[in-house]
DNA sequence: CGCCTATCTTGTCGGTGACAAGTTGTTGGT
DNA sequence: ACCAACAACTTGTCACCGACAAGATAGGCG
């Protein structure tokens, strides 16, 4: 057993936020119960405690770890000509969001207040933001983070994608278009704000 | 006691959904809780439940109230000249979103398959996509509703109201921009796609 | 008067997050 | 080798929640 590290009863914090992420895809984030998680890895009640701040820190790092798939995600689309970086970034934002819905809708619904993993939850958070800041302007302005302001640009292509994104997540298109038909439309506005 | 209609214990269900209201408005959905509004209306902790179906009905039924006023609130905002239509409702939209922020979270993130006042629901977010329709291509296309398909125009305007709005509410733009100056750069966005 | 129905109360169930206190296993110092 | 300190986990408990069942109460109508 030297490969589940320490042992007491298992890796916890691993098997929770592995458990927690079945949940949270089939399920979505409120049916994540701390007592629930316990109970399918056969653990007391109270073990999932001692891993994370409450169930809020749970959540954050849920959260945390979406950020920093969807960042590599968003990094790894900017490997061709930067003309194209702007639309195959956001053709990946897109594809994320759909294929990590539940994932998706936490990142962006639970409060970044959370304390837990807190500077890490900010860290990826602002890594994925620098890669469409990178995308929108084909490279990184050379500015201090700490005066940096909000411009129309990012603003406009970020409220596109984040915006079809969370219509279609919640459900407010599909009576509208079929999945596919809702992709083709938004390639099509990527390649006109492009 | 005219004036609170029939009275048994005063008008519960009208008295449910402005407490609701309140908190709603104060702490988010998450903070709605039956027994709660039992406690602040003086009633049993039960008595709630026989105005709505749950908890989830409730919701519902604030949802629905809030859809009944964007979309009054967008075909007010369609009194001028056709041609300021997009920018007046985008505008109109997204004032409504910043002054509910929390209504207009749960307007978008409960699930439309309520049961309660499903239809009353329906039929207000219908009424205000149409609005929505209206202002962006300048009056209704003549077709049928069923075969209704989505098109890139209406996506690209709904998402981006859509997206910045949340970005906005979900505090995702705290740190970059003021709502004075996240107000400006909604208006350039809309002046741009108009 | 007596029934009927809507409204509300009381009681209870299983479930949940948080916390306190105790137990067990692991690790490291001597 | 031993023991202390620490981390991981268990047990127990609290207040809260939503949902339901069954009973009480009030108002309307015959």
Redesign the interface.
Known sequence: MLTTDTYHHGNLRRALLEEASAVLEEAGADAISMRDLARRLGVSHAAPGHHFEGRQGLLSALAAAGFENLAASLEAAMDGPPGEWQTNTGRAYVRFALAHPQRYRLM??T??TSGDCEEHLAHQSSRAYLALLKAVYGGLPDIDPAD?????GE??A???????V??WI????ET??TEA??LA??D??LS?IG
């Open positions: 962006f619904t409060g970044i940096y302001r909000l411009a129309a603003l406009r970020w409220s596109v994608v984040h915006g079809a969370m219509l919640d459900g407010q298109l509208a278009a038909q809702f439309l938004v099509e506005m006109e």
